[in-house]
């Protein structure tokens, strides 16, 4: 059941995330976009944290072995480098060099996105849905 939870949670946060992305990349010349880049990926982030929770305790109740499939190492890239790309959009508004830490931001982003999506296709495969 938690397996399924974790499914759900994931899926749902990578619609968030990818919704944020779509408003910064096609939504800027509207006001609010910025509102709902941050509104969208904040919700993403939240919905990831308790997916991670779900795989943790699903992994812990089964008596598996943390970290032992790629696939947990993909997933556990991805949430250290998604935590680091909200960090770094946050922190984009009150940094001294704010270029530095919107270009730290996109590329945070980017690696996160390609990672999120690699362990997602890495546990449909290991569920055998690819």
């Known amino acids: ?9 994931m899926i749902t946060a990578t619609l968030c995330f990818a919704a944020g992305v ?11 976009w910025l509102k709902w ?7 993403g982030f939240c919905l ?3 997916g991670v929770a779900m795989a943790f305790a699903n992994v812990a109740a ?16 991805a949430f250290i480098l998604t935590g680091l790309t ?3 959009g946050f922190y984009s508004f009150k940094a001294a060099n704010k270029t530095a830490a919107r270009a ?16 997602l296709a890495l546990g449909l495969f290991m569920i055998g849905i690819l």
């Open 37 to 43: 880049h941050k509104s969208f990926n904040t919700a």
């Open 1 to 9: 059941m938690l397996i399924l939870l974790h499914l759900s949670l």
């Open 104 to 119: 730290t931001h996109r590329w945070t982003g980017r690696l996160s996105g390609l990672s999120i999506v690699s362990a």
């Open 62 to 77: 089964s008596g598996g072995h943390h970290l032992a499939t790629p696939h947990h190492w993909l997933g556990s890239s």
């Open 22 to 32: 779509g408003m910064a990349m096609f939504g800027r010349k509207k006001k609010f």
């Open 86 to 88: 909200v960090f770094f």
């Open 48 to 50: 990831l944290v308790i």
